[in-house]
């Protein structure tokens, strides 16, 4: 990259032709406050919050300045002191902005910057106007007396998570964040990935979920994965008192760059099932708690009887799979008996560059929700959409072309008239599994494996296949049935469902949230979880239950 010469505050510096003013400020560790500006987003100088004075009395916004040869800069100087001030003025002017009655109070951009910038009063009038508070979504709230209208959240939801979602309608000082046609956010076609809170730099947009459980700054941050599914996201979670306050997407992840859906950011915080927090064993037909001891022992002399086939999870760490497999050998096996020969050969990055993209029995939105946003984003770069099933399917609305079925072949010959095909699918019936083999080389695969760390399960030897035996212990941090005619079942898992009177033992195991140990997500990366929260009081983590018994 060529470089040229500018000067900043009368220093001469080089800098690499083709980057912004901004972008080198930040990189000198020059502090230049902004309001619209993202990182992660393209730049559009909306504010005026970064202006930086290039020649006496000429102001221009840093954040889309590119640098170019004998440029001079001032960043700090009377005049840009007094225009970033009356901006300010300007925003706070514009919308109710009483910091004392907002859930980001000391967590929101805006008021910092009136912090950094002296601001002990409104030196213009406020704008008394009352703007609707949206209170339809599951998840979000959405108070437009806060926004300051940086079109953060629409160009997040567009750009990034690709679903296209907000935008403005109006203009001037009736500007409005809308959802789709201007209607309510929970009755748009929001999927509650939840990117639009997250980039949102005011109080306009908030999780309901984590409103007044206090602020990013006084709780405790820890980076680890999602283990919901096979996707394997970065997430940031904060925490406070062992209870979740915020979700957020790891920016700097690779797998999944920010972009999260609602089954990592929120239903973590909405979980009301019911924990079990003791051990039980079935004493004339009904459960009664009992030590931690005997339940161990109990198990132990079931096992020691050589006839019990064992079950777990592959959503479990490779290290719990790894101990369940030391401790029941050849009898052990997957819950999610899928086999699939055919597996990935693409990435999910090979879905922003494909032309054709073929998505088989599964609806991405609602299971799969940041590949979801690969297809969308693929999709407004002109990729043709081909939906193959069965079932109402939400991304039919992108769809170039819809089919049944019984007529995969028919769909796949139509990808293939691309130049670079990419195959979605989550079903490994027989079926699909020929259709695809037929393909093999001519597209790239993605595989969304049945569970968070399925490939990890493959890689320590468990396999699906069913094991005749007399008893049967299964590890699953949720299962609603278990299969009968079955002698001694032991069960090791998380929360009470109908099928915990089924069982004979009930061992408490903690949830992935209180996990940690190691993923290896869909596309074979490897991935650390690390552990957020505490189990309660009487759950044991699964690794430590399967190493007493071990022990023992």
């Not at 898992?493 to 069982?503: G, L, R, V």
Request: glycine share 8%.
């Amino acid at each position: 990259m060529a470089l040229v010469n500018i000067k900043i505050n009368g220093q001469t510096t080089q800098v690499e032709e083709g980057k912004t003013v901004l972008e080198v400020l930040k990189e000198m560790g020059i502090d230049v406050p902004v309001l619209c500006y993202h990182p992660k987003l393209p730049s559009i100088g909306a504010c005026r919050m970064c202006v930086v004075e290039t020649r006496p009395g000429v102001l221009q916004a840093s954040c889309t300045l590119p640098v170019s040869e004998g440029l001079e800069v001032q960043t700090d100087s009377e005049t840009v002191k007094k225009a970033r001030k009356f901006v300010l003025n300007l925003i706070f002017s514009e919308r109710n902005h009483y910091c004392m009655y907002c859930e980001m109070s000391s967590n929101c951009e805006l008021q910092d910057l009136g912090y950094s910038l002296g601001m002990d009063h409104f030196e213009l009038p406020t704008y008394m106007t009352k703007f609707p508070v949206d209170t339809t979504h599951e998840y979000i709230l959405a108070d437009h007396n806060r926004c300051i209208l940086c079109r953060r959240c629409v160009r997040a939801c567009s750009e990034i998570a690709g679903h296209n979602v907000l935008g403005i309608s109006q203009r001037g000082i009736d500007s409005m964040l809308t959802a789709d046609l201007n209607v309510p956010l929970g009755e748009s076609s929001c999927v509650s990935c939840g990117l639009c809170v997250q980039v949102c730099p005011t109080g306009a947009l908030t999780d309901k979920s984590g409103a007044y459980l206090g602020t990013r700054r006084e709780s405790e941050l820890v980076k680890t994965i999602c283990a919901n599914c096979s996707v394997g996201c970065g997430i940031e979670v904060y925490k406070k008192a062992n209870n979740i306050v915020q979700i957020l997407g790891d920016w700097e992840n690779p797998v999944n760059n920010g972009v999260l859906c609602k089954l990592g950011r929120y239903e973590p915080l909405s979980d009301g099932r019911e924990r079990v927090t003791q051990p039980m064993i079935k004493k004339n037909g009904r459960l009664e708690p009992v030590k931690w001891e005997e339940a161990i022992d109990r198990v132990k002399e079931i096992l020691a009887e050589g006839e019990t086939a064992g079950y777990i999870s592959a959503s479990l760490p490779i290290e719990v799979l790894s101990k369940f497999k030391d401790l029941l050998g050849d009898s052990a096996g997957l819950l999610e008996s899928t086999s699939n020969p055919i597996g990935n050969s693409g990435k999910l990055s090979d879905i922003l560059s494909a032309d054709k993209i073929v998505v088989i029995g599964v609806d991405l939105d609602k299971n799969f929700g940041v590949v979801g946003s690969f297809v969308k984003r693929a999709i407004f770069n002109d990729s043709e959409l081909i939906i193959v099933d069965d079932k109402a399917n939400s991304l039919s609305k992108f769809a170039r072309l819809l089919y049944q079925m019984k007529d995969l072949d028919k769909a796949i010959g139509n990808a293939l008239t691309g130049n670079n095909p990419v195959i979605i699918y989550s079903q490994t019936d027989s079926s699909i599994i020929d259709s695809l083999s037929r393909i093999s080389g001519k597209a790239k695969f993605i595989w969304l494996a049945p569970a968070s760390n399925y490939l990890g399960a493959k890689k320590v030897g468990l396999n699906g296949n069913l094991i005749s035996k007399k008893n049967i212990y299964i590890v699953a941090p949720y299962i609603d049935k278990l299969p009968e005619g079955i002698n001694k079942v032991i069960l090791q898992t998380s929360y009470y469902t109908p099928a915990i009177e089924s069982a004979d033992i009930v061992l408490p195991s903690s949830i992935w949230l209180e996990e940690e140990g190691t993923y290896i997500n869909l596309e074979g990366v490897e991935q650390r979880l690390t552990r957020v929260l505490t189990p309660p009081k009487g759950v044991r983590s699964n690794i430590e239950i399967l190493s007493s018994l071990l022990g023992r």
